[in-house]
């Protein structure tokens, strides 16, 4: 599977950012796809995951009900709608898939093993 993250930018607190990662690769629908970033001098964390299969999906505490993540099977998309932002939502985001077939939604980095490049999220006070 290969990613393609894009959509990031400038924002300013409270606004609103949509993020898209386009996946190619036959393996797409029965892989999970997890959105994480990373922040300036901070580990890369869990942010959101959905199951494109069936869509069901997990989300981080620190951005539950902010945060939608959905997918396309259609277009090999999934989006990542982020509202309400805040100054500590700054980081590169990033995609991932896993096609381990785990029976639950994994949070863990290492458990996604295709990733995109990468794109910057800035919110600014």
């Known amino acids: 599977v290969q990613l393609q993250a894009s959509g990031g930018g400038l924002v300013q607190a409270g606004g609103s950012l949509r993020l898209s990662c386009a996946a190619s690769g036959r393996t797409f629908r029965s892989a999970d796809i997890g959105w994480f970033r990373q922040g300036p001098g901070k580990e890369r964390e869990f942010v959101a995951t959905?199951?494109?299969?069936?869509?069901?999906?997990r989300y981080a505490d620190s951005v539950r009900g902010r945060v939608t993540i959905s997918r396309d099977n259609a277009k090999n998309t999934v989006d990542l709608q982020m509202n309400s932002l805040k100054v500590e939502d700054t980081a590169v985001y990033y995609c991932?898939?896993?096609?381990?077939?785990?029976?639950?939604?994994?949070?863990?980095?290492?458990?996604?093993?295709?990733w995109g490049q990468g794109t910057l999220v800035t919110v600014s006070s």
């Open positions: 991932a898939a896993s096609n381990t077939g785990s029976y639950y939604l994994s949070a863990t980095v290492s458990d996604y093993n295709f």
């Open positions: 959905i199951r494109c299969s069936r869509g069901i999906t």
